[in-house]
Nanobody, 123 residues
Framework: VQLQASGGGLVQAGGSLRLSCAASGRTSSNNGMGWFRQDKEKEREFVAG????????NYADSVKGRFTISRAKASNTMYLQMTSLEPEDTAVYYC?????????????????WGQGTQVTVSS
């Protein structure tokens, strides 16, 4: 399975972006998936996750109410709708496939990573 993240860009504070993560090859439809982000010298942090069938979602406190994760199993694609963006959201965003059917919050729980897409929010 390969993951391709896209949709990043430059946006003003208060704006919105939609990230996509397309899975190709042998699918990961029975695994949880998630989004992480990493900015400069900071550690990679969990943003949002979704379980194997899309019925359970979890979010970092910093993005609750602003970001929405979803997945379309038919197209093997995961999305992250980001609204009310803040400069603190600036980072490289990575999508990942979890070891199990649910989505944990620790990076070690994920076995496959995409290449990342840059999100920059200007003040």
């Amino acid at each position: 399975v390969q993951l391709q993240a896209s949709g990043g860009g430059l946006v003003q504070a208060g704006g919105s972006l939609r990230l996509s993560c397309a899975a190709s090859g042998r699918t990961s439809s029975n695994n949880g998936m998630g989004w992480f982000r990493q900015d400069k010298e900071k550690e990679r942090e969990f943003v949002a996750g979704v379980n194997w069938d899309g019925s359970v979602k979890n979010y970092a406190d910093s993005v609750k109410g602003r970001f929405t994760i979803s997945r379309a199993k038919a197209s093997n694609t995961m999305y992250l709708q980001m609204t009310s963006l803040e400069p603190e959201d600036t980072a490289v965003y990575y999508c990942a496939v979890a070891r199990r059917a649910w989505s944990g919050t620790a990076a070690r729980e994920y076995v496959l990573w995409g290449q990342g897409t840059q999100v920059t929010v200007s003040s």
